[in-house]
């Protein structure tokens, strides 16, 4: 559950203010868990506003993908990802979007 800014402001501040942390729990129906967080993170930061997400998302380019299957037809998926700096699901979804189905031909060795 998210809690506004101002609430855990005003419950941080009621338990500062010298009640318990159950006392303070119950009036505000949180967990004395989420609220021990509150206070620690007051304390280190003297903010309680929320952290934005630390997400880097990568799209895979088609054509750079396409390129290196012309190149090597005999990759795994997992090698691609690798040589490409991608995760294997990435070009996965990737090949899937662009219609390249990886079933092995039997003429197509790999290469040992």
Known sequence: MSYDKKYRERAVQYRLDGHTVLETSKTFKIGTTTLKKWEKKYKATGDLSKE???????????????EYLHKHPDAYQSEVAEILGYSQPAVSQAMKKSKITRKKDISIQRAR
């Open 52 to 66: 934005p997400l630390k997400r880097n998302p990568k799209k895979v380019c088609p054509n750079k993908l396409l």
